[in-house]
């Protein structure tokens, strides 16, 4: 099994910044990719980025330019830096892991991390 610990969550003010982490522990994994979702309540998850292996980014054109996701291998870790943030990112946020895991790709979801945008 993959456990993920998401952190870094909370309330911030509009044009502010935020960090959140996932750190994937366990053993026998390799991460293939890193993904980040946000949910609003009431309303299905949607992908806010992702990096694969290679470091290939994407980005939904609400968080372009605004969000950068990033990885750290040796770590097992992702990020998310969310810069500029508005009410409108407020949101429980996801990580996801695509991992390699006794020859298969394997799934992994976090408990989710709250960020509210508040003034």
């Known amino acids: 099994q993959v456990q993920l610990v998401e952190s870094g969550g909370g309330l911030v003010q509009p044009g502010g910044s935020l960090r959140i982490s996932c750190a994937a522990s366990?053993?026998?994994?390799?991460?293939?990719?890193v993904g980040w979702y946000r949910q609003y309540p009431g309303k299905e998850r949607e992908v806010v980025a992702h990096i694969s292996s290679s470091g290939v980014t994407y980005y939904p054109d609400s968080v372009k330019g605004r969000f950068t996701i990033s990885r750290d291998n040796a770590k097992n870790t992702g990020y998310l830096q969310m810069n500029s943030l508005t009410p409108e990112d407020t949101a429980r946020y996801y990580c996801?892991?695509?991992?390699?895991?006794?020859?298969?790709?394997?799934?992994?979801w976090g408990q989710g991390t709250q960020v509210t945008v508040s003034s």
């Open positions: 996801n892991l695509e991992v390699w895991r006794l020859g298969s790709l394997q799934n992994y």
């Open positions: 366990g053993s026998g994994f390799s991460i293939n990719r």
